[in-house]
């Protein structure tokens, strides 16, 4: 079982940084891959970035790649997701979640449906 808890979200100008953070609980942490995944009103949930088990491998949706960069403590098992040069439509309610890296890992990391659990998510809000 892994419980994970987001943070750091926020109200942004355009142009802007952020970065959310997301803490797990539970022994076996360096056992999941993780991800970021935001959803906007109206619209479905959608991939943001992943990370492997070890923070070796990243990746990234093509809408964030060279703004955001995802990374992960093992030693204090949490995950970030540093947010640079925000855009208002980045604002959307962002949900990190763990997916067992047996089961799940590289590519398919940007499928939803390939993870274990979730946290509650963290409000991000970009201004024009």
């Known amino acids: 079982q892994v419980q994970l808890v987001e943070s750091g979200g926020g109200l942004v100008q355009a142009g802007g940084s952020l970065r959310p953070s997301c803490a797990a609980a539970?022994?076996?942490?360096?056992?999941?891959?993780m991800g970021w995944f935001r959803q906007a009103p109206g619209k479905e949930r959608e991939f943001v970035a992943a990370?492997?088990?070890?923070?070796?491998?990243?990746y990234y949706a093509d809408s964030v790649k060279g703004r955001f960069t995802i990374s992960r403590d093992n030693a204090k098992n949490t995950v970030f997701l540093q947010m640079n040069s925000l855009k208002p439509e980045d604002t959307a309610v962002y949900y990190c979640?763990?997916?067992?890296?047996?089961?799940?890992?590289?590519?398919?990391?940007?499928?939803?449906?390939?993870?274990?659990?979730w946290g509650q998510g963290t409000q991000v809000t970009v201004s024009s």
């Open positions: 979640g763990a997916a067992e890296s047996s089961r799940a890992a590289g590519t398919w990391l940007g499928i939803e449906g390939n993870y274990d659990y």
């Open positions: 539970g022994r076996t942490f360096r056992s999941y891959n």
């Open positions: 990370v492997s088990w070890s923070g070796g491998r990243t």
